[in-house]
């Protein structure tokens, strides 16, 4: 993994061409929820704005009765809604957090990130331990997880965090790049190079995003229910003095955005 400073990623000083992201995505419910329906995890595909958007909501509010997965769907809906008031051209990513999280009323918490490409630069809004992948050639930058201690992630919600503790920072892309943004169902099952080598194959066969977020959350899905495998949330837990063995069973959301000439 290549971590390199968020205000200064991959520039190569050549003329900029006008980009823009085109997305798709894939989800896989965990089959073990309550709420079974349509699952913990939301996500929305703005192309008009060229954002992108996933949330997932804290399980643990399924115990007292409560369905885990409406404050995350709350929290995209009403991060959309945002995003298409912000002026033509601009999205403030900390405003539309902001925004989002005061029309969510529903109990509940969830995790956020919100990407949006502007003027060819990439910018973050990121809560939690959902996230992404900037994969350039055999080039990864990963997201860093926000989380109070192991496996409890920073969460928005009325009872939980506030806004103002998302990290907000511009990533700079060229064409070619390729964004994998996921919950940590992916994340906490795939290791940044089996998902970089995942999606680079189906898209060199020429699969389209959605597509290739398919092929990647099904492998996820796939280790998330064997025992016998090492995942980064076996990792994590080791390293937390915890024991773990295997794949984390969860709901699994995976958007795939090209970044391509326009």
């Not at 703005?46 to 997965?69: K, L």
């Amino acid at each position: 993994m290549i971590l390199l400073p968020t205000t200064f990623l991959f520039r190569d000083g050549s003329e900029e061409k006008r980009l823009k992201m085109v997305a798709g995505a894939y989800y896989i419910p965990k089959g073990t929820s309550c709420f079974r329906g349509i699952g913990d995890d939301a996500h929305f595909i703005c192309e008009e704005r060229q954002t992108i958007g996933v949330a997932d909501g804290v399980g643990g509010w399924g115990i007292m009765g409560i369905d885990p997965g409406e404050y995350a769907r709350q929290l995209m809906a009403n991060s959309l809604e945002a995003i298409l008031m912000e002026p033509d051209g601009k999205v403030d990513l900390g405003r539309v957090l902001n925004q989002a999280y005061s029309n969510t009323k529903v109990k509940g918490a969830s995790t956020a990130c919100i990407l949006t490409l502007i003027d060819n630069c990439l910018h973050v809004a990121n809560l939690g331990d959902s996230g992404f992948l900037l994969i350039r050639k055999d080039e990864i930058y990963k997201s860093e997880i926000q989380e109070h201690y192991f496996n409890c992630p920073f969460q928005l919600g009325q009872e939980a965090d506030t806004p103002d503790l998302a990290e907000i920072f511009p990533v700079d892309v060229k064409s070619g790049d390729m964004l994998i943004v996921g919950t940590d169902g992916l994340f906490d099952n795939m290791f940044e190079r089996q998902i970089r080598d995942t999606a680079r194959l189906g898209a060199e066969v020429g699969l389209n995003p959605e597509q290739v977020a398919w092929a990647v959350a099904e492998h996820a899905y796939h280790k998330s229910m064997k025992k016998k495998v090492y995942t980064p949330f076996m990792k994590a837990a080791k390293n937390s003095g915890r024991v773990f063995s295997g794949g984390k069973p969860d709901d699994i959301t995976v958007m795939v955005a090209y970044i391509v000439d326009a």
